[in-house]
């Protein structure tokens, strides 16, 4: 509701996104309440004070100077220019699932590789792919050997999301919806594996233990993402600047 207000927005950095939400519901309530009581008091011919406007004003205003000392007062020391290009390609639902059988990458690679080339040489510093953009697994030889062609026309850090499936010493393996880190070539990679899944878009919660989901589900979720363990930041060398991940439902 305060996306719009650069002055009443700044006190996100004290009481978060939630405690700023706070700000707009408790101010609309009040005025609904003071609408109320004053045409139930004016018709009885007696006005009255209420704290709750009161506070609500106040709160209002404190928000709005608090603002505008932040932003007066906001300095960057030292900043950091990065040149970054995000990539989308506009990719349906449809069109994902219903590739062609015998090749079925072709079309959407094609896409992000005519996006890439058209900008390779303009000197990014990084590109970024939206989330499992790519049909395929990071591991694969062909997602790597397609990789690598991209990462070969410039230098450039290439920023993707994509599954990652790592197999274990049982034989067993781990699914993630991941994010990887690449420049120069594929195999010199950071990555980070989501943590905080989509309950029922990418894990059915207690699929065993209440076997009536996974009867409801289990077509449209045959198997579940696992979640990952660490939060450690991507790192860039040129620009020196460290990528906080976060993937699409940790926002």
């Known amino acids: 509701a305060l996306h719009g207000s650069t002055h009443l927005r700044q006190a996100a950095d ?38 709750d406007f009161s506070v609500a004003l106040v709160l209002l205003i404190l928000t709005f100077f608090y603002g505008v000392h932040t932003v007066q007062n906001h300095r960057v020391e030292d900043p ?12 349906s ?22 996006l890439t ?14 989330e499992t953009c790519i049909p395929a697994t990071f591991f694969a030889a ?12 410039g230098d450039f850090y290439l920023l993707t999301g994509i599954e990652q499936v790592i197999l274990q010493q049982d034989e067993d393996a781990e699914v993630y919806n991941s994010m990887v880190l690449m420049r120069k070539e594929a195999y010199s990679y950071q990555d980070y594996q989501k943590i905080h899944r989509v309950p029922f878009g990418e894990y059915i919660p207690f699929r065993h233990s209440f076997p009536i989901f996974a009867w409801a589900l289990g077509n449209l979720i045959p198997e579940d993402f696992d979640p990952g363990l660490s ?21």
């Open 93 to 114: 639902i449809e069109q994902r699932y219903d590739l062609d059988p015998d090749n079925p990458q072709s079309e959407i690679w094609e896409i992000y590789d005519n």
């Open 117 to 130: 080339n058209l900008y390779a040489d303009q000197n990014y510093d990084l590109i970024v792919w939206p």
């Open 231 to 251: 939060r450690e930041r991507l790192a860039l060398t040129e620009p020196s600047l460290q990528i906080i991940p976060s993937i699409c439902f940790e926002d």
């Open 80 to 91: 950091i220019t990065l040149r970054a290009l995000l990539e989308q390609g506009n990719i």
């Open 14 to 51: 004290l009481v978060g996104v939630s405690g700023l939400a706070f700000l707009p519901v408790f101010f609309s309530a009040v005025m609904v309440s003071t609408i109320a009581r004053f045409a139930l008091e004016f018709g009885k011919g007696r006005l009255r004070p209420h704290l």
């Open 142 to 153: 062909d997602t790597f050997r397609y990789l690598n062609s991209i990462l070969a026309r």
